[in-house]
């Protein structure tokens, strides 16, 4: 596990068999979600991995704009493509709110790829189920 802490933001990195398990907390600003997002990247372990669950049901808020979550999803779609899975399976959960509705939707309109399946949860239980039932029949998503 590693821990990490900027002015705002907490969040807790689990590396998983499987995949990785990003816990947040705190106020989400552009600055520190880039942060996350390069150390992510950057990491030789996202090579291997099938999924990615981000858990923002601890967050205070989210402090972006459409035009950050353009870029911020460019950078996480280019930065992936040396994925050696051929699918990668990204999961959010969080509070179903039409601000979060809203920034899902416009993060998930520019990671559109044929390589990504992206899919917003509101309970870990339904986002566990999906990411590791390959292939199987999965829980319906929120949105």
Same mark, same amino acid.
């Given at each position: 596990?590693?821990?990490?802490?900027? @002015?705002? +933001?907490? %969040? /807790? &990195?689990?590396?998983? /068999?499987?995949?990785?398990?990003?816990?947040?907390?705190?106020?989400? &600003?552009?600055?520190?979600?880039?942060?996350?997002?390069?150390?992510?990247?950057? *990491?030789?372990?996202?090579?291997?991995?099938? %999924?990615?669950? %981000? *858990?923002? &049901?601890?967050? #205070?808020?989210? *402090?972006? *704009?459409?035009? /950050?979550?353009? $870029?911020?999803?460019?950078? =996480?779609?280019?930065? $992936?493509? @040396? +994925?050696?899975?051929?699918?990668? #399976?990204?999961?959010?959960?969080?509070?179903?709110?039409?601000?979060?509705?809203?920034? !899902? #939707? &416009? %993060?998930?309109?520019?990671? $559109? $790829?044929?390589?990504?399946?992206?899919? !917003?949860?509101? =309970?870990?239980?339904?986002?566990?189920?999906?990411?590791? =039932?390959?292939? =199987?029949?999965?829980?319906?998503?929120?949105?």
């Amino acid at each position: 596990m590693i821990l990490r802490e900027t @002015s705002l +933001l907490k %969040y /807790s &990195t689990h590396w998983e /068999s499987g995949g990785v398990f990003v816990q947040i907390t705190g106020i989400v &600003t552009v600055e520190e979600a880039f942060i996350l997002v390069q150390s992510l990247l950057t *990491d030789p372990r996202l090579k291997n991995c099938r %999924y990615r669950i %981000y *858990d923002f &049901t601890g967050i #205070q808020r989210i *402090d972006q *704009d459409e035009n /950050s979550l353009k $870029s911020q999803a460019a950078i =996480s779609k280019s930065g $992936s493509f @040396s +994925l050696k899975r051929r699918t990668h #399976q990204i999961a959010f959960v969080g509070k179903n709110t039409v601000h979060n509705r809203r920034l !899902f #939707q &416009t %993060y998930s309109k520019y990671m $559109s $790829s044929p390589n990504f399946e992206l899919r !917003f949860f509101q =309970s870990m239980g339904e986002a566990r189920a999906w990411t590791h =039932s390959f292939g =199987s029949p999965t829980p319906r998503p929120l949105f």
